[in-house]
């Protein structure tokens, strides 16, 4: 689980709240991303779940998974999820369909990249569920 404390946002003149347990925007919108670290140096992402408030009549709060290749500079994102919109309750937003799911962190750094794009919504965290073989 990757907690809500973890994401910072990418852009220093977006303003935000960040009490730990959420973050969320102040105005327009915003991007906050967070590195993933894994106690294996080979991991198979299988599937990511976003947990968030959104009440919005129109707006959402977007994730994908990335891994870059820093010898290039380049990155690969897949996985975008987005919450549905105008629900009181939190949503837990999941998908399997990912693309470039191996991590190799002799090569790969992994992070994940969240867009809110209204300031009533509230991201809580992200569930990473990932497989890994033994002896790799």
Not at 79 to 108: C, E, F, K, M, W
Request: aromatic share 14%.
């Amino acid at each position: 689980m990757v907690p809500a404390s973890a994401f910072i946002p990418t852009d220093d003149g977006t303003g935000y709240h960040h009490y730990g347990n959420y973050v969320a925007i102040k105005g327009a919108s915003g991007s906050f991303v967070t590195p993933l670290s894994f106690p294996v140096p080979v991991v198979n992402i299988r599937r990511i779940t976003l947990y968030a408030y959104d009440n919005s009549s129109g707006g959402y709060a977007n994730l994908s998974w990335c891994r870059s290749y820093p010898p290039d500079g380049t990155a690969i994102c897949s996985g975008y999820i987005a919450t549905v919109g105008a629900s009181p309750d939190t949503q837990a937003v999941t998908t399997a369909d990912l693309d470039a799911r191996r991590v190799n962190t002799a090569h790969h750094g992994a992070y994940l990249w969240v867009y809110i794009e209204d300031p009533t919504i509230k991201v809580y965290g992200v569930r990473v569920t990932y497989t890994y073989e033994t002896g790799v």
